[in-house]
């Protein structure tokens, strides 16, 4: 089992940006996928991005691709950065934490450590 702990929401303009931070803690985390999910109210949860445990592998929704970029640093922390934000980006963002993770990478079935989720905003 991982702790993740998210950082780095809060209020933006349209077109702005914010970068979200994961900070993973446990044993072997150097094994884990790590993903990012999102829930607007009143919608279900979707997987925005996510990297393998190497960082060589990334992937993103359609709706954000072009705009956002994950990458992981040496200790594991996973970074999201989100540039030209859409008020439809406004939602909770969770971190997710996966082993043997498979296909797109962007399914929360294959994720089975959650952080608690930090609220973006995108709002004039």
Not at 71 to 95: A, F, H, P, W
């Amino acid at each position: 089992q991982l702790r993740l702990v998210e950082s780095g929401g809060g209020l933006v303009q349209p077109g702005g940006s914010l970068r979200l931070s994961c900070v993973p803690s446990g044993d072997h985390v150097f094994a884990y996928t790590i993903a990012w999910f999102r829930q607007a109210p009143g919608k279900e949860r979707e997987g925005v991005s996510c990297i393998s445990n190497v960082g060589d592998y990334t992937n993103y929704a359609d709706s954000v691709k072009g705009r956002f970029v994950i990458t992981r640093d040496n200790d594991y922390t996973v970074y999201l950065q989100m540039n030209s934000l859409k008020s439809e980006d406004t939602g909770i963002y969770y971190c997710a934490a996966g082993w043997n993770v498979a296909g797109t990478g962007l399914a929360s079935e294959e994720y089975g450590n959650w952080g608690q989720g930090t609220q973006v905003t995108v709002s004039s």
